[in-house]
């Protein structure tokens, strides 16, 4: 069995500040066999971050779609902000990857919202069911609840933006060969889940000011 970390930040977004090769130190500490590194609209980070530790680094990206926020793994190209979800799905598809909702529920960011996964179906891969850093625990219940009504699988997100949560959340599965191997082992995973604290919110405000006051990425790794 492998623990996965399936939605982490780098400072290639503009809310995180954590280097590449400390994100790969931490995932080393905590015991994660495999990380999504899913920063929002950007990829580099994450291809940057596989070079360093391919063995480890699953690529991928939270695009902002028209209409939330969606998880796209295992791609190697960009799925550019502000697509439909429709377009980010094939897009993603077509390059091999798999695609699932961010955060489905959560009213406070940018999730795709009921009638919108409802809709998209099975379209999508999967739905994150628990993310750690979601304010009100009765939309990842309902999230839950939706993913088995729809029947997809559901992964648990730490939806790390500072280094000491990576791990908070994690999915325990036997490994895969494939993407499409990924979500048949996906269905028989277990969720380890736990909530962040508030705080860690602040840390992302402080982060996005610290790229406002003109943060360099590309210098940091």
Known sequence: MI????????????????????????CRAAGIDRIAITDHSEIRGALRARELAPDLVIVGEEVKTTQGDLLCLFIHELIPRGVTPEEAIARVHDQGGIIGAAHPLDTWRAGLGYDNVARLGRQLDFLEVFNART?????????????????????AGSDAHLLREIGTCRVRMRDYSSPQDFLAALREATLATRYSSSLVHLGSRLAAMAHGFGFDQEKRD
């Open 135 to 155: 304010y009100e625990p009765d939309k990842n219940d309902a999230a839950n609840a939706l993913a088995h009504e729809i029947g997809l699988p559901g992964i």
């Open 3 to 26: 623990d996965l970390e399936l939605h982490s930040h780098t400072h290639y977004s503009r809310d995180s500040l954590n280097k590449l090769a400390d994100v790969v130190r931490a």
